[in-house]
């Protein structure tokens, strides 16, 4: 058993798209229309990953205010260095983890303002 996707609150579908194709390497694993409103059914795949991204409607362009995702990495730093070299807000720096010592966390803004968080294993 795994979960086929996981619900990403966004307000732009193709800024979104962009934003998780450019600097996260995730591939469209589906872009088809969804009835008469403009709105589409995308679904966006990590590398190596079993679960995808659905990316869905949200109200408005208001930021989350805590973390949407966890998303695990093999060097944290690395890539939340490439993030903040393209562009990418970059929330807190690479740091060790308070409630997990020897684990690394950063935190990075998406392009709808989404808080997500970069973990090493």
């Known amino acids: 058993m795994h979960i086929q996707f996981a619900e990403l609150p966004v307000f732009d ?5 962009a ?8 591939q ?6 969804m009835g008469d ?3 589409r059914w995308i679904e966006l795949a990590f590398p190596g ?4 991204l659905h990316l869905v409607r949200r109200a408005d362009d208001t930021p989350s205010a805590g973390p949407v995702l966890v998303l695990v990495d093999e060097n944290v730093e690395a890539t939340s260095a490439a993030l903040k070299s393209g562009g990418v807000e970059i929330i807190t720096e690479p740091q060790e983890a308070p409630w997990d ?6 935190e990075f803004r998406d392009s709808e303002g989404n808080r997500m968080v970069l973990a090493s294993r």
């Open 19 to 26: 934003f998780y194709t450019r600097h996260l390497a995730c």
């Open 49 to 52: 990953a079993v679960t995808n």
């Open 101 to 106: 010592p020897g684990r690394t966390v950063a």
């Open 28 to 33: 469209v694993a589906a872009d088809q229309p």
């Open 37 to 39: 409103s403009g709105w």
């Open 13 to 17: 579908q193709d800024r979104a798209k």
